[in-house]
């Protein structure tokens, strides 16, 4: 994925590729050029490193509050367990949402993380029963933004910084084009 914040100086630091598939949507991360350990806590998730998803499965680009079809998952590489080396995967609420997704269970979403001697490689998967309307044929494009969170490196998003409310306005993210091979 493009990360166009770069444009306005943001920092490049991680590699994120995402892909899908009729069962739903899976990435994997690369985060390098780290010299401590990933901050990560599944009690404090806002606060943590990690990689943030966003997802829209009906693309309403004009409204300002997210609707039940708008998705917010959150993947730390580690911060689980109780040693803290777990990595963790949830389906966090989207402020002042008008309405929620349907809740899903502890163990839904699919994650791997492998930490490496200057960052961590991630990976995960958010099955397609894990997304409220979720309907690659009828909705073929979907509202998308992500961004990766690091206390050390920074904040590298698709587009806007966190110095704009796109982790609760869906008409700041963009667009994805969910193309058949």
């Not at 079809?69 to 402020?95: S, T």
């Not at 899903?104 to 309307?133: N, R, V, W």
């Not at 587009?159 to 091979?181: K, N, Q, R």
Request: proline content about 10%; hydrophobic content about 40%.
């Amino acid at each position: 994925m493009p990360s166009f914040g770069a444009l306005s100086g943001g920092p490049i630091f991680a590699d994120l590729r995402v892909a899908w598939a009729p069962e739903g949507i899976g990435f994997t991360v690369k985060v390098a050029g780290k010299r401590a350990m990933p901050w990560c806590r599944d009690t404090r998730l806002d606060e943590s490193d990690g990689v943030h998803l966003w997802i829209d499965t009906r693309n309403s680009p004009n409204i300002h509050r997210a609707t039940q079809h708008c998705h917010r998952f959150l993947w730390l590489p580690a911060g689980g367990g109780p040693q803290r080396e777990r990595p963790v995967a949830r389906l966090v609420p989207i402020n002042r949402a008008r309405g929620n997704p349907k809740p899903i269970g502890d163990k839904t979403l699919q994650i791997h993380a492998a930490p490496k001697h200057d960052g961590y490689e991630l990976s995960g998967l958010i099955p397609a029963s894990a997304m409220t309307g979720f309907d690659p044929i009828d909705q073929p494009r979907m509202g998308f933004f992500y961004a990766v969170a690091d206390r050390e490196l920074g904040y590298q998003s698709l587009t806007l910084s966190d110095a704009f409310p796109v982790a609760e306005d869906p008409s700041l993210w963009g667009e994805a084009a969910l193309i058949s091979p």
